[in-house]
């Protein structure tokens, strides 16, 4: 059998002109402008979009502020609502308390990780792109002087990557040992720090497990918590009674830990 000319066979064209046609079916948001608020001593870019909806919303996502606005409204509609939604997400912006692992890019700073004391040294340097580097207890990061709120957040996320790399055989002779003295499973496979936002942590069918890095920064007993939880999942791949009874039996006070989590 010859190989097509190229991929678009038939089958590939028919499949799609249904996935175009569906896609066109969903509302697509036009970038109306785009502009930046400052608000708490750090900058925001702001993104306004267009959709065909009746209501206008506002939300924070990645240190970016992301605008929401009926296409239906009037110009003047549009620079009312534009300011509204903008003064409401500063409030919300100014009421947010850091959480831990958003901490501050201060020289000299000391950032609390399960276990161990690490010292920033913040250094302003010329590039744009930020560079990280961690060795022994300290954390050196050099990046452009008063970095975008966009930036800074890309540079806590990196910092936490590289923690969750020095970190990852700790998780794993602490995850042995706790399977040790507490489910003796068999199904346990790998556990790897994930820098997910979402959630604490989260068992697979095959026995992997994932950990937030967000995790390292939380008072100890909480991770240890969730692994437990993550643990009596290789069990009961539920959340019902049978699952809650176990994780009670290997950490009796786990009610507290979980209510403290809810904080965060
Ligand atoms: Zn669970």
Same mark, same amino acid.
């Given at each position: *059998?010859?190989?097509?000319?190229?991929?678009?066979?038939?089958?590939? %064209?028919? !499949? @799609?002109?249904?996935? +175009?046609?569906?896609?066109?079916?969903?509302?697509?948001?036009?970038?109306?402008? +785009? +502009?930046?608020?400052?608000?708490?001593?750090?900058?925001?870019?702001?993104?306004? !979009?267009? $959709?065909?909806?009746?209501?206008?919303?506002? &939300?924070?996502?990645?240190?970016?502020?992301? $605008?929401?606005?009926?296409?239906?409204? /009037?110009?003047?509609?549009?620079?009312?609502?534009? #300011?509204?939604?903008?003064?409401?997400?500063?409030?919300?912006?100014?009421?947010?308390?850091?959480?831990?692992?958003?901490?501050?890019?201060?020289?000299?700073?000391? $950032?609390? /990780?399960?276990? #161990?004391? !690490?010292?920033?040294?913040?250094?302003?340097?010329?590039?744009?792109?930020?560079?990280?580097?961690?060795?022994?207890?300290?954390?050196?990061?050099?990046?452009?002087?008063?970095? /975008?709120?966009?930036?800074?957040?890309?540079?806590?996320?990196? &910092?936490?990557?590289?923690?969750?790399?020095?970190?990852?055989?700790?998780?794993?002779?602490?995850?042995?040992?706790?399977?040790?003295?507490?489910?003796?499973?068999?199904?346990? =496979?790998?556990?790897?720090?994930?820098?997910? @936002?979402?959630?604490?942590?989260?068992?697979?069918? =095959?026995?992997?497990?994932?950990?937030?890095?967000?995790?390292?920064?939380?008072?100890?007993?909480?991770?240890?918590?969730?692994?437990?939880?993550?643990?009596?999942?290789?069990?009961?791949? =539920?959340?019902?009674?049978?699952? %809650?009874? $176990?994780?009670?039996?290997? *950490?009796?006070?786990?009610?507290?830990?979980?209510?403290?989590?809810?904080?965060?």
């Amino acid at each position: *059998m010859s190989s097509p000319p190229c991929n678009r066979t038939p089958e590939n %064209w028919g !499949y @799609k002109m249904f996935r +175009t046609k569906k896609a066109s079916s969903r509302a697509k948001p036009i970038l109306y402008l +785009t +502009t930046t608020v400052q608000r708490a001593g750090n900058t925001y870019p702001v993104e306004v !979009y267009l $959709l065909p909806k009746k209501n206008s919303s506002a &939300v924070i996502k990645d240190g970016k502020v992301i $605008l929401r606005l009926s296409q239906f409204l /009037t110009s003047k509609q549009r620079e009312e609502h534009i #300011r509204s939604l903008v003064d409401r997400i500063s409030k919300r912006i100014e009421e947010q308390q850091p959480k831990p692992w958003e901490f501050a890019l201060e020289d000299g700073a000391v $950032l609390n /990780t399960w276990g #161990r004391r !690490y010292m920033l040294h913040v250094k302003a340097s010329t590039k744009p792109t930020p560079s990280i580097r961690i060795k022994d207890q300290a954390i050196t990061v050099s990046a452009p002087a008063s970095p /975008t709120a966009r930036l800074t957040t890309q540079i806590q996320q990196t &910092v936490r990557r590289e923690l969750a790399q020095v970190y990852q055989p700790v998780l794993e002779e602490f995850m042995l040992g706790l399977n040790r003295a507490t489910l003796r499973s068999g199904k346990l =496979n790998r556990v790897t720090f994930r820098e997910q @936002k979402s959630r604490w942590g989260s068992c697979a069918a =095959n026995g992997n497990i994932n950990i937030s890095s967000r995790l390292l920064f939380l008072p100890t007993e909480l991770l240890a918590y969730v692994c437990i939880h993550e643990l009596c999942h290789l069990q009961h791949m =539920n959340h019902g009674k049978r699952f %809650w009874a $176990l994780v009670r039996k290997f *950490m009796p006070e786990f009610d507290k830990f979980r209510k403290q989590l809810h904080q965060y």
